[in-house]
Every structure is written in structure tokens, then in C-alpha cells.
């Protein structure tokens, strides 16, 4: 490890101007320690907000909840009120790391996570979103785990958030704290950045920029589901998931959120399959439609291809589950 400073913030405030370029805060430090050890990150200065008033979760006064940066994803999953009206989000968070982990790992960390791609952890090979202008060793090399949508001649890599997906699903809004003082809301949709031209540029945050909330609106209308496709049971990232929000009403989808991970560079939503889904009636045929439409765009690299029919596959059964009981079979 190189040298650093640190410092202790006793406010959100003060971990702000302590922060700023070349500075990293840090909380539970799950994946930021492990980065530091392989020097794949080599911050300055290390501001350690983990002794802030960050770790409540609240009500809002639309009938949403807000989530703060330090929860825990272990406090979060087992939280009431998550578990009962925001399932989607509990089963996402259970289905990540380990409990040790859970334990440890906030939810601001959780979103800020780094992707798990063999390249960009093997500091001799080429990665350009470790160190950008130097090549993608993953187009062309193995990248079983790698990403099919999203994707751009410099970066394939995918976001490896189990919890960021459930988020996206549920349109949260992440609350952040900027240098100056004021406060900036931003859609999880426009929270992160395709890899384009600059992987190595993973969100929108300004230097110093500190998360304080993640912001839930009302608990939506429907049936919710996490669905998880890994290599083994537990402590695995996904190859696929889905967390899907879907309601029905006189026989007719009514309402319908898909976010995927394992599958996009970033947590994937695709608005105009949803679209395309509110207003049918729950059949076979509708469901494939959804799945050709959200992966008509999708290009695997060689040992990835298996995730696009994989993904059709778990869309089309996580629709079924969704509207389960209200499907009618196309007359054949």
C-alpha cells in the first residue's frame, strides 16, 4: 500500500472539505481496502465518514423512505418496512456477498462498488477503466462474466451491484452533499455512466461530491421479484438478474419495472420494453416480444454469448412469475 492520510469527518460537512481531488471517502471499505492493497486505487487522502449520523431509516413525507449512506445492507435487508413493502430490494441485498460482508458494507458503498472484471483487478494486462488509453484485455480475452449491453470498443465490464439493480427498479433517487453546501438529487437512472470513450468515469459525482441518502418514493403497485443466476448458491456475483416490478389489473399488465444486472455496464432499465408491455394482456407471446426487444441491441464477445439467450430465457420466466395466475395462453 502507498502512504495516505487520514481523517476522521465528524460531520457531512467537514468530509466534504476534507474531500476533493486525489481524495476517497471511506465507511466500510469492503471493496476500496481490497483496491488500495493492489494499488488499483491510490487515494491521498483517505476521509472516513463512518462515524457519521448517516445510518437511519426514515419515512418521507411522500410516503417513500429514506435510506441513509451508512445503513448497513444487512440493517437494510432485515428492515420492516423494506421487507414488507419493498421486497424486491430485501431479496436483491440477501442475495449479495456474505453476511460477514452484509455486515460491513453500506449503501452508499454498495452503489460505488467497483466491477469484479478479471482485467481490471490484474494490474499486467491491459484495462482502459483502471488505466484508461491502454486497451480492454477482456474483448478478445475470456469474459465469460462480461457485459452484452451497454458495451463500447474501449470497456465491457459490468457492474457488479446486486442492490443497485432493486434500486433502479424502484426509480430511487440518490441525495448528495457538494462542496458549497448545496444539495443535488439525482434519478439512479442518471447516476451512472456508459463506459464510452472514458470507462475509467463510472458515475456522476463531482470530487469531494459525498452521498448522504438514497430516497425510495412510494412503495409501487404489483408484484415484486429478484431473480439471481450465478455460478453457485452464494457469495457469487451475478451472470444475470432480474428484479422485476409488475402489476395487473382487468387482465391487462398495468404497470411493469425490469432493471437487469450481469447483463449491462451499468444496472440496465430499458423504459421502452416496459412501455411495450402495459396494456397487454399477460400471454407467452407478449413476454417473448419484451425479451427480443430489450436484446435486440445485445453483442456478446465470444464466451459471454450464453448470456443473451440466458437472459431471454430468465425474462420471460420472471414475467410468468410476476403475472402468475393472471397468464392466458395464445389460442394455438
Known sequence: MKQFDYIKADSPEAAVAAGGDGAHFIAGGTN????????????????DISRLDLATIAETPMGGLSIGALVTNSDLAQNARIRSAYPVLARALLAGASPQLRNKATTAGNLLQRTRCYYFY??????????????????GGYNRIMAVLGTSDDCIATHPSDMAVAMRALDAEVVTLQPGGDRRRIPLGDFYRLPGSTPEI???????????????PPAPAGKQLYRKVRDRASYAFALLSVAGIVAVDEGKIAGAALAFGGIGTVPWRDPAVEAALVGQAPTTAVFEA?????????????????KIPLARRVLIATLRDLTMGDVTEDAA
Not at 32 to 47: F, G, H, S
Not at 202 to 216: A, R
Open 32 to 47: 476500496l481496502l481490497d483496491l488500495m492493497k493492489l494499488q488499483i486505487e491510490t487515494p491521498a487522502r483517505l476521509v
Open 122 to 139: 490484474d494490474t499486467a494486462r491491459a484495462c482502459n477503466k483502471r488505466e484508461p488509453g491502454i486497451g480492454c484485455a477482456a474483448q
Open 290 to 306: 419484451a425479451a427480443d426487444a430489450l436484446l435486440a441491441p445485445a453483442r456478446g464477445q465470444g464466451t459471454n454469448d450464453f
Open 202 to 216: 463510472e458515475n456522476v459525482l463531482q470530487p469531494g461530491e459525498l452521498i448522504t441518502h438514497i430516497e425510495l
